[in-house]
């Protein structure tokens, strides 16, 4: 998370409007946190999760799931919110609390991603900082929560980092733009297969609004460097996916 904000506001020149994001990404850690550690906060689905984590720690990186048809077919179910929890559960996490916490903090960090946004299309971070606060407190967002929606949140909150680090690219880019870029595009088309299906329509929309509108970037090389990156990781996932 330090990771993140650190790249988001590198070229933040106000310390006060510095500590205030992290301030507000702190504060948001502590209560998502706080309210899925809650002893009567439900996870309908956390067995199901903890399952496919397990498949993914033995090995398995093409899980599934069955549909709710008649008759039932299987579905793929992919993997990304399970590998990245798998290194909390190595150290000796349980299993749904390590999918609880990373899915929490890839959702705060969406949060901390309106700044960015609000900086970027309305020139105040201080209404991005408020819509931060206001996020954290969306009911809806808590009964995603409880339904065990965590591969479809953690897919939802990596692809904001994705158009997160185009915005970047956009705004004058480097190579580690286009790795943050290729990263999230692959880990978000990963996360959950209704991320792929969206995303087939989202990532080139995106690109568009991003790349296609004033102001337009400033460095054509590294829109075409993005291009590539993004494009790379589209066959990868398209490889990944074709091993169902």
Sequence with gaps: ?????????RRESDPNRRTAVLAVA?????????????PLMV?????????RLSEVLAGNLHTTSVSQHDPPFRIPYPVSLYVAAAPLVK??????????????T??????????????RFLNDRRAGILAAVVYQFVPLNFLTFSAGNFTNLFGVATTVFFLAYLIAGAEGGSHRVAI?????????????FSTFLVGVLLWPLGWMAIFGLPPLPLRPRHTRLLAMAVGVSLVLVLVYYAGY
Excluded: C, P
């Design 1 to 9: 998370a330090t990771l993140i904000l650190r790249f988001l506001f």
């Design 26 to 38: 702190v504060m948001g850690l502590l209560f998502k946190w706080g309210a899925i550690s809650y």
């Design 43 to 51: 996870t309908s689905d956390e067995d199901f999760h903890a399952n």
């Design 91 to 104: 150290a000796g996490m349980e299993r749904v609390g390590a999918i609880q916490m990373v899915t929490a």
């Design 106 to 119: 890839a959702d705060v960090l969406v949060g901390v991603v309106l700044v960015l946004f609000a900086g």
């Design 180 to 192: 943050g870029a290729f990263v999230f595009s692959t880990v978000a088309q990963t996360s959950h």
